[in-house]
């Protein structure tokens, strides 16, 4: 059965660090795009961060400004587990995360918009001032 799991959300302060984690069965996240997108209340979902493959021995990681410098993708393929690090969190972090993995395309979050694309349940990041 193909699916991503997330785990890892919870509440936290301003200032805290949360570590997100998303495991795949199924599939190998080492031959797909792979992301984090996050949902506000009341908003739509939105890219976060994402991880390109790249070559066998290099892989491109994009994030957005609001998180950059604070939050950071990686992977462990011997897991075959993404994780979101997030440091330095803001109130307005709070929302659903999401992971998700797919064909690349052409721009960085495009992967997501595949028919052929694995989406995760999500896990709630909750920040308080």
């Known amino acids: 059965q193909l699916q991503l799991v997330e785990s890892g959300g919870g509440s936290v302060q301003a200032g805290g660090s949360l570590r997100l984690s998303c495991a795949a069965s199924g599939f190998t996240f080492s031959d797909y795009c792979v992301g984090w997108f996050r949902q506000a209340p009341g908003k739509e979902r939105d890219g976060a961060a994402v991880?390109?493959?790249?070559?066998?021995?290099?892989?491109?990681?994009y994030y957005v400004d609001s998180v950059k410098g604070r939050f950071t993708i990686s992977q462990n393929n011997a897991k075959n587990t993404v994780y979101l690090q997030m440091d330095k969190l803001k109130v307005d972090d709070t929302g659903m995360y999401y992971c998700?993995?797919?064909?690349?395309?052409?721009?960085?979050?495009?992967?997501?918009?595949?028919?052929?694309?694995?989406w995760g349940q999500g896990t709630q990041v909750t920040v308080s001032a």
């Open positions: 998700a993995a797919g064909p690349c395309g052409r721009d960085w979050f495009d992967f997501a918009q595949e028919a052929s694309a694995y």
């Open positions: 991880m390109h493959p790249g070559t066998s021995s290099t892989s491109y990681t």
